[in-house]
């Protein structure tokens, strides 16, 4: 690689707002020295990375290619040299969904689970982790980074061609890179926060440093939720060069499958110290049916069947829902339009283009929810995080959003945890975790004000239409976004098309004709593709799901079987056929 060409002078105003920002950290923290010392040792990376970028004045357009020699030593999956065959696809997939759910049982070491608190509780599902283990993080950092790369590129902030090799590699070598910034952003806040140390291990460090025990016992934790999110990083890069689909979507159906399976048939009772009983019944959906059906004569009351059908967890009524979800998405998933196209030297030969309707998948709802689980982490961060609390406009705003008080606490017990959002921006955006959640209490306020925890039915009403309209403007955005960076747009589509020997009859062979057919189709599936899966999403959470998965995650999870199966069935044939091994190379894998 050349050696890039840099302009030296920028590296004084870069080193001007450093020093502010130190300035800013010693005026309105008063933490003492060490740790002022340690906060300019993890600024210092984030600053030496602005350098890179401000100071390139190489050849290429885009200032990123001023990262472009350190993305180069980041650890990586290398491309496999040639073929690899279907069986092999298979086995390395398998053996990294096992790799998987080994390390969601891995336990963090040093790290007191039983208080510490999980800030992702009600996104578990799409992201794919566990609390307090390695996956403790699971792909959130690996989709945060994918949204700001998105937002970026849509925003045209950086001058980047996607459909040229160079500037594609560059997009990847960066994104990488911000993955890695990104695990650290959502580990230290979390770690200095709710992530609480066992008092044994703190002890045992203080003795090697008197005084610092606390920070080293936390920089351990935070080392180890490194390794274990860029372990999914890199497992997401095997299964993609070496495996069948996705590392990332294997890793949400397998975490969402297991969710729903237990949901379903899980024989435990709600209460375990206590024995089965007609209000103390299984857990599961199933069983509970079963066991209700058999019980004495006080499940046919009022209490029974509403218990039976809406009652957390998992009543019939999520149940329903889950199936009404998989039927909807199976459908829509196998719907979509075939626009006729034919070749142009053989005669006869004629073939189908199809456009899905989910034609952006289930990328733009994975990227809308994260947004959200990323809204709802840093509102909780700066209302009750020590540091972040003390930030100026920001620390402890209630307008952002406000958390559960201990007035709040003694009043409502264990129906409130110390993430529930109770008011501000971030409780308008909260997701509803079934009926019973949200009309219930709209309907029949008197009886269900417990689940209001002090507001009106008006605002729950405006609660629900306001996270129902964001999942379905967000899914939508992002929807654009994705279709725009992943060469799916209709000029890519109609040179790809043109490229393959294949044109439109009754169209002249030209891409702009052909891209000029494809406009008519392809922008308006996109935003129907956005809002249905927004909107199905959405509805499962207003409806309730099995094992409480979310109705991101039973989404995530139909839509990624699917297309899982239909990726198997496109390896098999390509197994068979090495010319359509060649034809599909070229195509874009999501």
């Known amino acids: 690689m050349t050696e890039v060409e840099r302009n030296p002078r920028t590296a004084i105003p870069v080193a001007i707002v450093y020093f502010i920002f130190l300035f800013s950290f010693h005026y309105f923290g008063h933490y003492g020295l060490g740790f002022e010392i340690i906060a300019a040792i993890l600024l210092f990376p984030l600053f030496g990375i602005l350098y890179l970028v401000v100071s390139y004045k190489g050849p290429k357009k885009s200032k990123l290619y001023g990262l472009e020699k350190l993305t180069s030593y980041l650890p990586a999956v290398k491309k496999p040299t040639g073929h690899v065959e279907f069986k092999y696809k298979l086995l390395w997939t398998g053996l990294v969904v096992v790799l998987y759910f080994v390390l969601t049982n891995v336990y963090v070491y040093g790290l007191n689970t039983t208080k510490s608190i999980d800030v992702f509780q009600s996104f578990r599902a799409i992201f794919a982790g566990a609390q307090g283990s390695l996956m403790d993080l699971g792909i959130g ?92 990083f890199l497992f997401d890069e095997l299964v993609s060069k070496y495996g069948i689909g996705s590392g990332v979507s294997l890793f949400i159906a397998a975490g969402v499958s297991q969710q729903l399976f237990t949901g379903a048939f899980n024989w435990v009772p709600q209460t375990m110290s206590l024995p089965l009983s007609f209000n103390n019944p299984p857990v599961g959906t199933i069983p509970k049916i079963l066991y209700m059906a058999t019980a004495p004569s006080s499940f046919l009351n009022r209490v029974g069947i509403e218990r039976l059908l809406f009652a957390n967890p998992n009543p019939i009524i999520a149940l329903i829902g889950t199936i009404l979800i998989f039927l909807l998405v199976a459908y829509f998933q196998s719907s979509k339009i075939e626009l006729p196209i034919s070749h142009e030297r053989v005669r006869g030969a004629r073939g189908r283009y199809p456009i899905q309707l989910f034609y952006a998948s289930n990328i733009p709802v994975i990227l809308a929810t994260a947004l959200l689980a990323n809204i709802s982490m840093w509102t909780l961060l700066f209302w009750s995080s020590p540091v972040l609390s003390h930030v100026p406009l920001l620390g402890h705003n209630a307008l952002l959003g406000s958390y559960p008080t201990p007035a709040q606490f003694a009043k409502y017990g264990n129906l409130i945890s110390s993430t529930t959002p109770t008011g501000g921006l971030v409780y308008y955006l909260s ?128 839509g990624i079987v699917i297309q899982f199966y239909e990726a198997m069935g496109k390896e098999q044939l390509m197994e068979m056929h090495p010319v359509i091994r060649q034809f599909f190379s070229g195509s874009v894998t999501l």
């Open 431 to 558: 997701t509803p975790r079934g009926i019973q959640d949200w009309v219930f209490p709209i309907t029949n306020p008197s009886a269900f004000k417990y689940v209001l925890f002090g507001h009106s039915p008006l605002q729950e009403a405006v609660h629900v239409i306001a996270f129902l309209t964001f999942m379905v403007v967000a899914s939508i955005i992002f929807a654009k976004f994705w279709i725009e960076t992943t060469n799916m747009g209709p000029a890519a589509v109609a040179r790809q098309i043109q490229s393959s020997g294949m044109q439109i009859p009754g169209f002249r062979r030209d891409p702009r004709i052909m891209e000029r057919v494809l406009k008519k189709y392809i922008p308006a599936i996109t935003i129907f593709s956005g809002a249905a899966v927004g909107l199905l999403a959405a509805g499962a959470d207003l409806i309730g799901t099995v094992g409480n998965t979310s109705g991101t995650g039973l989404l995530l999870a139909v």
């Open 141 to 232: 950092p690996i989709v945060t980074a994918s949204i700001v790369m998105q937002l970026f590129a849509g925003a045209k902030i950086f001058s980047l061609d996607l459909e040229n090799s160079e500037d594609k590699a560059v997009y990847q070598g960066v994104q990488k890179l911000l993955i890695i910034l990104m695990i650290f952003v959502e580990a230290i806040p979390q770690a200095f926060g709710y992530l609480v140390p066992d008092a044994g291990f703190v002890g045992g460090l203080n003795h090697l440093a008197p005084g610092y025990g606390f920070f080293l016992a936390e920089s351990v934790i935070i080392l180890q939720l490194f390794l274990g999110s860029y372990l999914v």
